[in-house]
Antibody
Framework: QVQLQQSGAELVKPGTSVKLSCKASGYTFTSNHMNWIKQTTGQGLEWIGIINPGSGGTSYNVKFKGKATLTVDKSSSTAFMQLSSLTPEDSAVYYC?????????????WGQGTLVTVSS | DIQMTQSPASLSASLGETVSIECLASEGISNDLAWYQQKSGKSPQLLIYAASRLQDGVPSRFSGSGSGTRYSLKISGMQPEDEADYFCQQSYKYPYTFGAGTKLELK
C-alpha cells in the first residue's frame, strides 16, 4: 500500500533553513508526481509546488518561489523540501501528497505532516 | 490564481440530518474539483474527486455535485464520525487552491 512517511517536527531559528523529507513506499517512486502543501490556522491550505521524481522537473506556486526548493533522491524514494530564510510566518504543518494516479490531479495520498516552528 | 470561496465557515448538524457545503470558484474549473475531510490532528483525506466521483472506501452518504464555478458536497445523514473540517480544492490549473474550510460539528 502507498505510504508517505515524513520527517519529525522541527524547531528552528529565524533566518535559518530547514530540509523536510517524505519517504515513499508501496509504489514506483518515479511514476507519480509529489506535491507539497502548507497548512496554517490563519491561511488554511496552500499548495507550494510539485516535483516529477523521474525527471526532477518542478513547478512552484509563485508565492513560494525563493522560499521552497523541491528535490528528490531516487535511490531512497525520498522527496525533500528545503525552506530558506525562515520567519515566524513559515511556522506551519507541511504535507507531502501524491496524486491518485498520473493525470488524476487530486491528492489521494498524504504524509502525516511535519510541524515546523520558527522561533528564537 | 483561482479563488475558491467556501461556505459556510462552520455548521452544526443533528444526527441523521442532511448537510451541504458549497464552493464557488472565481472562474470555471471544468469539474476539476475535489473534497477532503480532515479530522483533528490528522492529514486530509480525499472524499470526492472530479466533482462527483466517490473515492474508494468513502461512505455513500457523501456525494458531490456541480459544474462550471459552483460545486457542493452533501452528507445525507450526519454521523458522529463526520465531525471534521471539510475543504474543496481545484486542480484545474496551477497554483492549485483550496477553500478556507468548513467546520462541521454534531449538534
Amino acid at each position: 500500500q502507498v505510504q508517505l512517511q515524513q520527517s519529525g517536527a522541527e524547531l528552528v531559528k529565524p533566518g535559518t533553513s530547514v530540509k523536510l523529507s517524505c519517504k515513499a513506499s508501496g509504489y514506483t517512486f518515479t511514476s507519480n508526481h509529489m506535491n507539497w502543501i502548507k497548512q496554517t490556522t490563519g491561511q488554511g491550505l496552500e499548495w507550494i509546488g510539485i516535483i516529477n521524481p523521474g525527471s526532477g522537473g518542478t513547478s512552484y506556486n509563485v508565492k513560494f518561489k525563493g522560499k521552497a526548493t523541491l528535490t528528490v533522491d531516487k535511490s531512497s524514494s525520498t522527496a525533500f523540501m528545503q525552506l530558506s530564510s525562515l520567519t515566524p510566518e513559515d511556522s506551519a504543518v507541511y504535507y507531502c501528497a501524491r496524486y491518485q494516479l498520473p493525470g488524476y490531479n487530486w491528492f489521494a495520498y498524504w504524509g502525516q505532516g511535519t510541524l515546523v516552528t520558527v522561533s528564537s | 490564481d483561482i479563488q475558491m470561496t467556501q461556505s459556510p465557515a462552520s455548521l452544526s448538524a443533528s444526527l441523521g440530518e442532511t448537510v451541504s457545503i458549497e464552493c464557488l470558484a472565481s472562474e470555471g474549473i471544468s469539474n476539476d474539483l475535489a473534497w477532503y475531510q480532515q479530522k483533528s490532528g490528522k492529514s486530509p483525506q480525499l472524499l470526492i474527486y472530479a466533482a462527483s466521483r466517490l473515492q474508494d472506501g468513502v461512505p455513500s452518504r457523501f456525494s458531490g455535485s456541480g459544474s462550471g464555478t459552483r460545486y457542493s458536497l452533501k452528507i445525507s445523514g450526519m454521523q458522529p464520525e463526520d465531525e471534521a473540517d471539510y475543504f474543496c480544492q481545484q486542480s484545474y490549473k496551477y497554483p492549485y487552491t483550496f477553500g478556507a474550510g468548513t467546520k462541521l460539528e454534531l449538534k
